[in-house]
């Protein structure tokens, strides 16, 4: 069937719209990775835009010895892993016997857990908390507040729900106990919202800035997303590196030494996200409607 001319106007339209989008997307990271190979005459000209010019890898060169991004980097995946562990551990204990209606005391427990969601102390009384509790300046003050996520404990526990109570019946009374159905029958069955709550657990630890900020004092335990802000905010004079004389006066510029970390702090999430893409898009769905 032939379309009509209105119909391919707005076709071309929608292409040439989508287009513009992509590129003001992709525009600054692309950029950000131009400046970070050029040089520093090509950056002070203002001749870079989406191609290296005078390509080299000085910037990369000046982190990698002075190697305080990969410290944080290490620090970032520690705090990453332990804390997506420990939340997801808790999260299914605490959604599993609250998605049981047999549990007495449940709806209470429920409205006790939503009221939390709802309603907090606030900053200064959870920095008074954890300072009492003697938890500053460690890892612990950013997992222990954060233990449990409300509304991925509740996304969890109406999955649970949808499960089928057959299977879990006919495992008790081959003697089964609650903790043989959760970890063999349950948990494989879990596995799509486990996996997308393992997700958002996992980025929100990685891109986690004020909590690190206000509890870590500790300059050898900072994660990623602090030191790239220290990196952007004031590059250290140590990294920049001049000519003596020759005609590339400035060899090495504040901004490549920016856009080298953010590239470098961008790579494990590019790596991860193309295969975890789809688990963002479920994620949100999953566990949302019963049946």
Known sequence: MQKSKTEVFFTWFNIIFLALCAFATLFPFLNVIAVSFSSGRAINAGEVFLWPIEFNFDAYKQIIDDGQLFVAMKNSIIITVVGTALNMVFTILCAYPLSKTRVKGRNVILMGILFTMLFSGGLIPQFLLVGNLGLMNTYWALWLPSLISV??????????????????????????????????????????????????????????????????????????????????DLVSPELLDSGEGTENDVVLTEQAIRSAAIFISMLPILAVYPFLQKYFIKGVLIGSVKG
């Open 151 to 232: 509304y991925n404990m509740f996304v969890m526990k109406t999955f649970f729900e949808g499960l089928p109570e057959e299977l879990e019946e006919s495992a008790s009374m081959d003697g089964a106990k609650d903790f043989t159905i959760l970890l063999r029958i349950v948990l494989p069955l879990s596995m799509p919202v486990i996996a997308a709550l393992t997700l958002f657990y996992a980025v929100g630890h990685w891109n986690a800035y004020q909590s690190v900020l206000i509890y870590i004092q500790s300059s050898e335990k900072l994660s990623l997303t602090v030191k790239l802000f220290q990196m952007i």
